[in-house]
């Protein structure tokens, strides 16, 4: 999807993961959604910049539209 969003078959199972590392989108999300601001994500990870994680959104956003699609 973008260079910020890698899948990798040996790393994390080959789930989609930031840049490289062992930090996966899903990881992101769960973070966010269980209350952690963006300010706290990035203090608790600081290899991760603020274009990761709406990279992550946006990744998220995509799977869905793709999702409603195959429902169609």
Not at 26 to 53: A, C, N, T
Request: with cysteine.
């Amino acid at each position: 999807m973008n260079e910020r969003i890698t899948i990798e078959p040996g790393k994390r199972s080959g789930q989609p993961c930031i840049r490289g590392m062992r930090i996966t989108v899903g990881d992101v999300l769960e973070y966010l959604s269980g209350g952690m601001s963006r300010k706290q994500l990035l203090e608790d990870f600081p290899e991760l910049e603020p274009e990761d994680i709406n990279a992550c959104l946006a990744f998220a956003a995509h799977r869905e539209r793709h999702l409603e699609a195959l429902a169609s």
